[in-house]
């Protein structure tokens, strides 16, 4: 148990050294100038803002320094807007973002459950039928359509729920669901699948000869055990959420991390890109790591399998 922790967490360092040399070099690599835009600025003071901000040092000393400052939690200034860091910025948007995944995340997984449950015990019946239809719906349609369908019907039509903006709980609503359909579908067929499976299986059949009901066979042996690819899948529904928000934010207009980093693409602020990129990498591979433990303790012969 020991060594399969240890190893996964090498892993992630490795990973996350990976991810910013990779991330670094590539913003080098990018023509252009974050401090030309539109229009000329004098070579005088171009030249300054490179020694301010210490570009005109050799790319192995930039590169160097940047490791120094990541590993003292501090991600460096931003280029463009002045008197703000990249760890402030992350200290404002990430709390948003946060709200609207979780809440996103555990929907997902309530509902997908749920579905793909009724999907597996009411198979080839109406039931069975209705859930997969509406897991295809929500597999095919885009998550910036459904969030405009959202708020024309509960915020344009019946005036329930605010139609943008960020200030209360009714506000990460709309997004929330909007970014909910495509995770809870995957969730639904996956648990449909693997419970069909699961019902199938001789210790099932025990258990109902022991003379449990039909709900203490379901959630202690069949779910239980149906449940275990569910948990591997939340690091990549984690990506979807945190990813998928970015267009979300956009929509209805909220200050998360995602409008900061279309910001910064737009206006070329390579610390801010640099930043949100190995944070938001960091993040992820931190739910896939703690995903696998859990699997672990779950199922301890996963980590018989992975020697």
């Known amino acids: 148990m020991f060594n399969y922790i240890l190893k996964k967490i ?17 913003m080098k690599a990018l023509p252009g100038d974050p401090f030309i835009q539109e229009r000329e600025i004098p070579r005088e003071i171009l030249t300054a803002l490179h020694k301010h901000y210490g570009l005109d040092k050799p790319l192995y000393i930039q590169y160097l320094k940047y490791l120094k400052g990541f590993v003292q939690f501090d991600l460096g ?7 703000r860091t990249v760890n402030q910025i992350i200290k404002e948007g990430f709390p948003v973002s946060f709200i609207i995944g979780v809440e996103a995340l555990l929907l997902s997984i ?17 039931q069975d039928s209705m859930v997969m239809i509406i ?49 809870t579908a995957f969730i639904a067929r996956l648990t449909r699948s693997n419970m069909i499976e699961v019902l199938e299986q ?15 066979v379901i959630l ?19 990506t979807y959420v945190l990813t998928g928000s970015f267009v979300i934010e956009k929509i209805f207009g909220i200050p998360g991390l995602g409008q900061w980093l279309i910001h910064s693409i ?21 739910v896939v790591l703690i995903t696998d433990i859990l699997m672990v303790f779950i199922d301890p012969r996963i980590k018989i399998f992975s020697k």
């Open 220 to 238: 202690k042996h069949g779910l239980r055990n149906g449940i275990l690819p569910i948990i591997s899948y939340l690091g990549p529904i984690s």
């Open 10 to 26: 090498f892993i992630f360092l490795a990973s996350t050294f990976f991810i910013i040399t990779l991330t670094f070099f590539l």
């Open 77 to 83: 200034p931003s280029f463009i807007y002045q008197g």
């Open 202 to 216: 001789d210790y099932i059949k025990t258990a109902y000869a022991k003379g449990l009901n039909h709900y203490q």
């Open 135 to 183: 897991a295809i719906l929500g597999i095919s349609l885009p998550n910036f359509l459904l969030a405009t369908l959202l708020q024309y019907v509960f915020a344009i039509k019946f005036h329930l729920l605010p139609v943008a903006r960020w200030g209360s709980f009714a506000h990460s609503i709309l997004p929330a669901i909007a970014l909910t359909a495509m995770p």
């Open 266 to 286: 737009s206006n070329r602020d390579y610390t801010v890109i640099m930043g949100l990129t190995i944070f938001f990498s960091m993040m992820l591979m931190t």
């Open 110 to 126: 309530f509902l997908g459950l749920t579905c793909g449950s009724i999907a597996a015990l009411k198979r080839n019946k109406w």
